[in-house]
């Protein structure tokens, strides 16, 4: 049974830093791209950044290059988006999703499995 589990959101003073993770079982992670999308109320889901099988990055959204990063690690079934100088702007709710061609893509719809997500807030 495929799973992904976000985790390591919550709230968070503007300028703060949070790390979420992203736990994955019943599939190999070696092989899988997986990316972090977000919701804000009232908006479309968006894509963050992503992570190929080879280990290579994706920014999908301009306003969190520079501070955000996405790493893996397979041995742990888990990715990681670390999160610094957090604005107002960033919250919403965070998802990972997994894509077993191995290859990111922009848009949700690609993917093959996704978390229920974790509630990121920025605010003072």
């Known amino acids: 049974q495929v799973q992904l589990v976000e985790s390591g959101g919550g709230l968070v003073q503007p300028g703060g830093s949070l790390r979420l993770s992203c736990a994955t079982s019943?599939?190999?992670?070696?092989?899988?791209?997986i990316a972090w999308f977000r919701q804000a109320p009232g908006k479309e889901r968006e894509g963050v950044l992503c992570i190929n099988r080879r280990d290579i990055g994706f920014y999908y959204s301009d306003s969190v290059k520079g501070r955000f990063t996405i790493s893996r690690d397979n041995a742990k079934n888990t990715v990681y988006l670390q999160m610094n100088s957090l604005k107002p702007e960033d919250t919403a709710v965070y998802y990972c999703a997994a894509d077993g061609s191995g290859l990111c893509f922009r848009t949700a719809k690609q993917y093959d499995y996704w978390g229920h997500g974790t509630q990121v807030t920025a605010s003072s």
């Open positions: 019943g599939f190999t992670l070696d092989y899988y791209a």
